[in-house]
């Protein structure tokens, strides 16, 4: 016989549910055991579980969704700024470039971009359609920005780092909302966005219609529509299978600011970007998933215009792309140690009429697995490993490594000493280069003695970079102030380059390398936040085949930063000011050309509202309110810029 | 004189082996049940002699006869709180509003208990002072306007020393979009048994968006923690049994409802890494509970 127990604590204690029964009778029956024992879908599952920035073996910016918010961008590599070492730069209103520590051109950025886990680069030329994504700013849910050589877990292409944008979940946004954007230079943008839960069921579906005219000297505006659905299916409680399905449709203005304009005439082209997700993700236990994938992503670029050169000509520009991924990949986790590994299959498949006009293969096929582990070794250290294997029909076979050592002096303070060697393939262009135009071939035979622009003339090889790091990321003030440290010295070898002149070809060997440090600091005060971010580079030139020395050497901006500040004036006034700064670097346009530097300060200032017992938001955003010149070509000097926007739940 | 020391010692074993007649009554079959009934008999001592029916085959037993009745579930308990000619009437597996609503009437056995399937709200307030020590607001969600309720969850917050933050939800609004609103990057989600919030429809957008924010949850069942919660304290069905065994062999006391002595923890260690907290052993932690 026991003794009774509880006695006093029962006294003491409570539960919702007796409470409920005195006061709200209809709800007693609504509380059950099986409330007790009834399983919930898993919803964090290990492999979506972001890594702590503490242990990780790179460095990592996380974007989040108050960031962008704040920023007041209405284009998404504008939202890179706040990302250390990060350049964003302009070709005309609606081609964007973005790239890590440098950016030559705005092709092969040297980058992966993904999608929620979806590779967004185009396998012919490697740039990013940025605007023809297929998702709007709304949808974002967070960017993490992995500054350094990642092809170790993301594969060759991830060369200098990874951009990771993650959409929201579906169930994240029920019920019905809309969003204008009306401001200068034709500013005209739509959002609606509908989420529904049907039991297991969570969709999304988003339509955008996004306008402006482009720079106010340029024939560059854009018209963009943009449908996308996004469907979590829970199966089971263990099994979630997630579809994405993006359409974008763009009719764009199209000149060339520095070519002859006869050459190139202003004229209208039209891009259709599709694509299909669907991911199964499957749950063994708390610390055991795997997850298959397969996408498809049509790209299609049709660019055909009547031209001028000594006589009238047809120029087709299109380029149509498809790439088909299928990737699968297991994580498990336990106390101390993480293990993933993955197999991917890609094909990539281009067609060019003049870019590839005859060229010998059109088709790539790759083949990567990849192995990345974490062991914590003990409290204070943790190793990281991450082995990637490629094989690519271009570019033959490469093995990526990354190895590093995070020692943590303290919750609150880590040393993080890391090596990474990576790779980039040839894109499909450079590796087969047939840039042919028929009706031009006998005048340029007459005049250079080929007909042939540009051509393929050699096997080209991957690109290199091998990277070490030391990095510090220190918490203090109970957390509400992080820094983040980075100094690296990086080595780029076997670099791809063009011999411009008619006849010319893509080769291997040029080399440089950088030096420098990276440093970001957030602080939260109360009801302010204050993010800085600022990169010095020091490059300096190892080897030049065609390209200038002058190219590497100040070809990259010495020194680049931002500064975000959030402020909440009451429970719904809230304003933002943002500072980002290039110093002088590459115009997009032309090798050897630079341009100054550049700094801009954006400010946005929000007032949230009640409308018929629905949230309603309105904001006004001004952009480059200094009015200097910035990004882009010479000619693309933007004015000062505004918007309102007005949002609302439906 | 050989022969009354033996028949008294013959009489004192007698005694001591005096048998005693349980009748486990179960709501309905299910493996929660079975499982329930399973623990619960491996549990029992050898002199109690236990049966079981279901509430469909109630009619074919003779109440009366059984020394205990024990009720597992709602819906047998619902059944047998409204039947006579019961000796001893023990409830268990039920959660707290229909034990409140049972103890509203008159106990038609000669003695009635409730064995609860929640927790004191005490042992979760010290879970989380012992996770989060300072600088943390524990945050609790209800649609309850009971303002009894609402005292004394301020009442043991101030016991803790507890920051507590209570977030008001209307129902009939998009549920995790109010909770969520109402939560900031220094809150913990303390997720007390409220089915208007807490359940299968709901319970991944509000488990997404809160890891979204840095939110850390703690759960009131074990399926929180496996779904993506940094941890869970609750009762296993071991735990409830356990209690049930212990008032089914001794039923001498005054209280009417009993939560479970017992408890478990169950930490999301993939979670509790991403989010960078750093929490102690479960053994540890248990102990530190009272």
Redo the contacts between chains.
Sequence with gaps: ??K????T??A??????????????L??A???????????????T?TR????Q??SPIATTII??EMIEASGFTEIPDLLRLAPGMLVNYDSGHVLAAGYQFLFHRYTVRMQILVDGRSVYTPTFGEVPWTQLGITIEDI??IEVIRGPSSSSYGPNAMTGVISIITR?A??D??AKAKVNIGHNGLRESYLTVGE?K??F?YKITVANRKNDGFETRYDGKDVSILNFRG?Y?YSNKDEITVNLNVNSSTLQEDNAIADPAEHPEHIKKVLNRSQHVKWTHTLN??DSFSLSYYQQEYHDRNRYDAFLVIPFDRDESVKTNRQNLEFSHSI???NHDFSWGIILRRDKTTAPQYLYQASVDTIDTEQLFINTEHRLSERNTVNLGLLSDNNDAAGTTLSSRVSLNHHFS?EHTLRLSYAKSFRNPFIFEEYTNYYIPDLAPILQGIYGTDTIWTDQEDLEPEEIESYDVGLISYFN?KHTELDLRLFRTNLSNLIVLNEDIGGWFTNGEAFHLKGIETSLKH?FDDTSLIMNYAYLQPETDKVIYSDIEDYETGLPRHSGSLLLTHKFSSSVSGSLGYYYTGEMHQLCCSGDTQAQRRRIDMKLSKELRIDSSDAKISLILQNITNEQIETRLRNNIDRNGYISFSMDL | MAYWVLTWLFAFIQFSYAEEKVLAVVSYKSS?YENFYESLESKLDEKIILEKTAIADLREKNLSAYDLVISI??DASKILSRTGNINSLLYT?????????IGKRPCLAKKCLSV???????RYFQLFKLIFPR?RTLAIA?????P??LA??KS?AQ?YSTQLKIIPIDKNT?I??SLIKGLT?NDVLLA?????I????T???I???A??KNVPIIG??Q??????ALISL?SS?DDIAS?TE??A??S????K???P?AFSIEI????A????I?IKDINELMRAIK
Excluded: C, W
């Design positions: 016989m026991r009774p127990i509880l006695g604590t029962l003491l204690s409570l539960s919702l549910a007796s409470h409920q029964a005195q006061s709200q009778e709800e007693i609504q509380l059950s055991e099986s409330d007790f024992f009834s399983d919930f879908p898993v919803v964090l290990a579980l972001k890594q702590p503490k242990n989040d969704r849910d967070r979940h169930s994240r029920k019920g839960n039991s297991a969570d979590d829970q708390n610390n986790y336990s106390s919750d109970n939260q | 929660l579930g709602s597996l039920i959660p707290g509003t229909l034990a409140e609503s609860l399937i929640e927790q004191p709200a005490d600088n209800t649609t309850s306007k009971d009894g309720y004394q969850l043991t016991k998009i995790a979009r990057k007390l048994p409220d089915p208007n807490y359940n299968k429809d319970a991944k957008s488990i997404l968006s890891y979204h009131y069942s399926a929180f923690a496996k779904a993506g609750y069905l209690q212990k008032l062999s001794n001498r006391g005054n209280t409802n009993y939560y002595n999301n260690r993939s979670v890494v991403s989010l960078e750093q």
